[in-house]
């Protein structure tokens, strides 16, 4: 018992490092073309609720979305092998918000293995000042890829996957400006620690 008890302490201190998240999407607004981010068009809201404008420094550039229902649809990105948990990805995104608007994020993504689609969406509330930091939102899916279209069902696994399209909309009054936003499979708050042996 005692040989066994030490084996499993040298198995938990030998673990493998934790896998790097893969990056499915990230956009940075920096390419403009016909006065909006390269890609990227109005979906929503009133003529001009949309805008290509400067960000936090001089050079630096984002999205701006104002007034209720305010929207914008853009390009996703290359496929990727990556992991899936609870049919979530997760994203980090860089802008600010006036108080009282939400931002709403949503990415098509499709298994490009079994020709699935889903929708995933996030809701969340990004600070007034851009020296408050990224704000971290889990897009959940709902249909296709989460109910098993994906390896190992409802509960996530191994896919194909492509983000074909980004999209955000402002949910409530005021203006919400996005500098970037990146989008990760599962765990991109963790980064990968080295073998403990």
């Not at 940075?28 to 981010?37: H, K, L, T, W, Y």
């Not at 918000?97 to 939400?102: H, K, Q, R, T, Y």
């Not at 696994?157 to 402002?170: I, M």
Request: charged share 20%; hydrophobic share 40%; glycine share 14%.
């Amino acid at each position: 018992m005692k040989h066994i008890l030490w084996v499993l302490l040298f198995c938990l201190a030998c673990r493998q490092p934790e896998q790097a998240p893969t990056r499915l999407f990230e956009e940075g607004f920096e390419e403009v073309c016909d006065g909006m981010p390269c890609g990227w068009a109005q979906t929503g809201g009133d003529d001009g609720a949309v805008r290509f404008v400067e960000t936090i420094f001089a050079g630096e550039h984002g999205v701006r979305l104002t007034g209720d229902g305010a929207a914008v649809r853009g390009p996703g990105g290359p496929a990727r092998t990556a992991t899936l948990t609870f049919g979530t990805v997760e994203a980090r995104i860089s802008g600010v918000c006036d108080v009282g608007a939400l931002l709403v994020v949503e990415a098509a993504l499709v298994d490009t293995d079994r020709s699935l689609s889903d929708t995933f969406t996030g809701f969340v509330s990004l600070p007034e000042d851009y020296t408050e930091g990224v704000r971290y939102v889990q897009l959940t899916g709902a249909t296709a890829l989460l109910d098993g279209g994906i390896t190992g069902g409802m509960f996530g696994g191994v896919v194909n996957v492509q983000v074909s399209a980004v999209a955000f909309r402002v949910q409530g009054s005021g203006q919400c400006t996005v500098d970037h936003i990146v989008i990760d499979d599962t765990g991109f708050t963790d980064t990968p620690r080295p073998s403990s042996c």
